[in-house]
Every structure is written in C-alpha cells, then in structure tokens.
DNA sequence: GAAATTCACTTGCATTTTGCAATCTAAGGA
DNA sequence: TCCTTAGATTGCAAAATGCAAGTGAATTTC
C-alpha cells in the first residue's frame, strides 16, 4: 500500500484519538456525502462537487473501512460497482457533523440557506433521528442536498420534537 | 511565510468551508488545549502531550488567528509571553469539541473514564455552558484535565439542567 | 551588570502526504 | 468483438510535516 499512514505516537484524549482518524480534509466529507447526500458509489463521491483525487479518495475509504467507520458491499445489480455505507459507528458520527455544520453556517461564509440552519439547530434531534432513519432503511434519498450558490434547497427533515 | 497554505478550490457547503480552516490533526486539539484544560501560551501547547512542532504549532495558531478563532494579547506579567485566547467565533466550536469527545470516547480506545462521558453526555448543555462561563471569566481552571492512562480525573462541571 | 535561562518563534532539511494526469483491470453492454 | 464504465493504481511534482538547531528579545540568577 502506497498511502493509508501509520499510527502517530499521541495521547488517549478521545479528541486527539478521533482526530487521529478523522482529522483531515476529506474523511469527514465522505461521511457526509453518504450520511447527508445518500451516496454510496465511488463515482458519487468523486463528483461531489469538492474534487477528490481518485488516489486520495481510494486512501480515505480505504482507512475509513479500517476504522470501522464505512463498510463495502459489492452491489447486486452490478458487478463492478462497490457500494460504501456507514457501520454503526459511522452513523454515530452524527451530531458531530450536525454541529460542524450548524457552526460553519454561522461563522463562515456558506451557500447554506439560513433558514434551513436555523430550523436544524432548533431541531437537533429530529435531524439525527432522520439520518439515522435513513440509513436504517437504505433510503438514498438526501436529507439535505447540496447546496449550490443558486440552489433553494429545501431540506427534507419533519419539524418538532426537540434534542434527544 | 513559509507556511499558511493557500485557499482550496472547494464547495459552499459549510461543512467543507468549517474543514478548510480546522481540518487537520492540530487545528482542534489547540482548541480544546485553550477550551478545555484553559492552556494560553506557545509553551503549554508545546508540552501537551501530543508532541506539535514548534513550526507547525506556529503555523496553526496563526492560520487559527486569520481564521478569526483565536486572538493574541500580551501578556501582562511577563513582557515574553504571548497568550492565545479563543473568540466568541472560538469559543461556539465548543458543541463540536463536545461531540467528537463523546464520540471517540464511545468508539474508540481512550484514556477517557466511561462516568465522566455518560455524564458529560446526559449534560450537555451544562458543560458548554461551564465551558463557556469559564470563557467568560478568563478561568484557567481546566474543565476537564488531561487524561492521563492512570488519572481519576475527576470532571469538573456542576451537574443539572438539560441541553439549551 | 554579565551570564544564563526562558519564551516564542524561524530556518534548513529530510520525509510524508497531496494533487494531478495517465494507466490498468474486471465487468457489462452493443 | 469492441467499446464503455466502475474502481482503482502508478508516477511524478508540489506541498505539508516532523525534527533538530538556531535566533533574538525579555527575564532571572549570580
């Protein structure tokens, strides 16, 4: 193997830990294209809009499968496609990507319409519960899709029921 | 300036913006250093235990600096030093911190005590509001120490009242 | 008040990780 | 059969990282 690093020598903080795993520019946008966007394919992520290097992208699924965060699955339709979906722990990520999205529409400048922000974080709950709900049935369908400068992208998460 | 990479070629998704700036194995560790265990100055960052350059600890408190999430202020009682202090922009990342901690504290191996992060994660509100008060007032106090593999680190924020 | 120490960096250099384009293999389709 | 598609791998240049050493200003020690 060419790439996929070698473990660095840090603490047990379960921030340093996680980080470890999780702390570079892409992992953390795949996990979203597929909890988020319903993407599964290799293909998908490579269109995503952020353009990934194959070589890089191959590397992150690769290490995100090692982490326990992703899962393969040959597709049934297709021999030569591979479908990635989030394992339990990946799912789990969650609330973590819900917050770094909720702080990115704050305080940077983002095509996320304010709206939309606003109702997730007064919803909290009701978003994670949708995107669990989703990767528990299999639906693709995007929770949010992604957002274009142009785009008035309604999300598609039911209102009520507040944090956990 | 050596280092101080240059601004990528990505998307309006605020995800994708948020990992632009603290995308990387040290951005959010500093973070936590100045959030958590009330750490101010290049020396305390330097020596906490996850072993930054000095280069790079550089680079990021500077990259953190433009990115609005820390600012700088000499220090009053010794004209040598230097301490870094979150912004208000800072200070909001604190949900995230928390929720990459209890995350990696339940999926991977940490130092992290299992009763302190249930009870951070039946509190949420009141430890980003602690964390937050201790902002506030400048209290270096850390919120939760270092762990430590053979710490009791006992967590140090008053238990109660639900999430926002 | 001279010397030693501390703090916050910077520099040089080797190693690693990225980004990019081209290429490869296996499966499917025409 | 030949062509296309999905999912990679390879080579190479450029950038980021890690490491040790050095710098200069402010403080402390003698």
Known sequence: MRNSSKVKPRSGCPV???LDLLGDRW????VRDMMVRGYRTF???QRSGEGIATNILADRLQRLEA????????AKLDGRSTHYRL???GI???PVLLEILIWGAHYEETDAPCGAIDAMEQNRGAVIAEAR???EERDPTPLIPPFHSASKSKSNF???ESRR
Do not use: C, N
Not at 67 to 74: D, H, K, L, P, Q
């Open 16 to 18: 340093s830990v996680t």
């Open 27 to 30: 992992s953390l946008l795949l």
């Open 133 to 135: 709900r989703r990767w």
């Open 158 to 160: 039911p209102k009520g």
């Open 92 to 94: 789990a990520l969650a």
């Open 43 to 45: 293909r998908e992520f």
């Open 87 to 89: 394992t339990p722990k």
């Open 67 to 74: 982490g326990g965060i992703v899962m393969r699955e040959a």
